[in-house]
Nanobody, 124 residues
Framework: QVQPVESGGGLVQAGGSLRLSCAAS????????VGWFRQAPGKEREFVAA????????SYADSVEGRFTISRDNVKNTVYLQMNSLKPEDTAVYCC?????????????????WGQGTQVTVST
């Protein structure tokens, strides 16, 4: 198994940037696809971005395409989410998750190991 731990959240003004990190303990991260999901109060969890085991394939939600970039460094067992041009509607708890699916998926049930999340707040 693997235990993802997120960091890098915080308070930022609209238009600003944050870089989230997802560090893994346990089995090496290159065994898993990794996805980022977010959930705002009163709303359902939604997919943000995902990356394949090798990092060669990525997937993004339409709402963040062109603004967010997912990447990974398997030597460091870390996945990153670079968030630029942040909007107030990006405010949410962001969670990192690892899964076994054959392809990169946007479905939450494709991921079985979940981090506890990090808060991102974007002010107007």
């Amino acid at each position: 198994q693997v235990q993802p731990v997120e960091s890098g959240g915080g308070l930022v003004q609209a238009g600003g940037s944050l870089r989230l990190s997802c560090a893994a303990s346990g089995r090496t991260f290159n065994s898993y696809n990794v996805g980022w999901f977010r959930q705002a109060p009163g709303k359902e969890r939604e997919f943000v971005a995902a990356i394949s085991r090798s990092g060669g394939r990525t997937s993004y939600a339409d709402s963040v395409e062109g603004r967010f970039t997912i990447s990974r460094d398997n030597v460091k067992n870390t996945v990153y989410l670079q968030m630029n041009s942040l909007k107030p509607e990006d405010t949410a708890v962001y969670c990192c998750a690892a899964g076994f699916s054959l392809t990169v998926t946007q479905r939450s049930d494709g991921y079985v190991y979940w981090g506890q999340g990090t808060q991102v707040t974007v002010s107007t």
